[in-house]
């Protein structure tokens, strides 16, 4: 089946300090990444779409200038935490739908931890 | 926007009993999917029902779908102790496009051996 590898699974960081998280589809090409946010015990919050090519579309209240989003290629996107704070702590988890497909399930990465200190 | 809604928040059971999970959501859809998510982890497809179909099955899982109501349930049969894990459902919007999905709060489903 389709994989999809997040890392790292877990970042310690300073305050002020930047986080790079990749998400690579391993076995499938991915024009449409998705990046979610989740607290503890809560649901998942999409923080904005991926395009490959193309500019990110940032959910509304996310601030692009934080969350930076890169997607070079079919097969990775990249979420930048800029300048961290201890409340950018979190779960982050990435999904990717295959190219051309609709009405199909995403696949999900499994996911990052990020403790700002 | 959207938002799904699922109840109950939290269920714990026996092994063997069964599980029912359910989700509301409030615009028109596309499709409706499951998904699993063990503590930590990413989430793990289990069902896509499609808006024209009202039932789905899928080795132990069982899924319904009522567009009238707005409404899904997610069935789990003959529960077993690595069925605990936390559910949720997403709907895939007429008003957006490309995958683009809305999640449900979660159901955290405890299975006692």
């Known amino acids: 089946g389709a994989v999809v590898s997040q890392h790292p699974s877990r970042v310690i960081c300073k305050s002020g300090t930047s986080v790079k998280i990749e998400c690579r589809s391993l076995?499938?090409?991915?024009?449409?990444m998705f990046w979610y946010r989740q607290f503890p015990k809560k649901s998942l919050m999409l923080m904005a779409t991926?395009?490959?090519?193309?500019?990110?579309?940032?959910e509304q209240g996310v601030e692009k200038d934080k969350f930076l989003i890169n997607h070079a290629s079919l097969t990775l996107s990249t979420l930048t935490v800029t300048s961290a704070h201890p409340e950018d702590s979190s779960f982050y988890i990435c999904?990717?739908?295959?190219?051309?497909?609709?009405?199909?399930?995403?696949?999900f990465g499994n996911g990052t931890r990020l403790t700002v200190t | 926007s959207q938002q799904g809604e699922e109840d109950p928040q939290a269920l714990s059971i026996q092994e063997g009993e069964n599980a029912t999970m359910n989700c509301s959501y409030k615009?028109?859809?596309?499709?409706l999917q499951w998904y699993r998510q063990n503590s930590g982890r990413g989430l793990v497809h289990l069902i896509l029902?499609?808006?024209?179909?009202r039932e789905k099955h899928s080795g132990r899982l069982r899924v319904t779908l009522d567009t009238s109501k707005k409404s899904s349930s997610l069935l789990i049969t003959a529960s077993r102790a690595a069925d605990t894990a936390s559910y949720f459902c997403?709907?895939?919007?007429?008003?957006?496009?490309?995958?683009?999905?809305?999640f449900g709060e979660g159901t955290q489903l405890t299975v006692n051996p």
């Open positions: 997403a709907t895939d919007a007429k008003e957006t496009s490309g995958s683009r999905l809305t």
């Open positions: 615009t028109s859809i596309n499709n």
């Open positions: 076995d499938f090409q991915a024009t449409t």
């Open positions: 991926s395009n490959e090519g193309s500019k990110a579309t940032y």
């Open positions: 999904s990717a739908a295959g190219t051309g497909i609709n009405n199909s399930p995403l696949h």
């Open positions: 029902i499609r808006s024209n179909e």
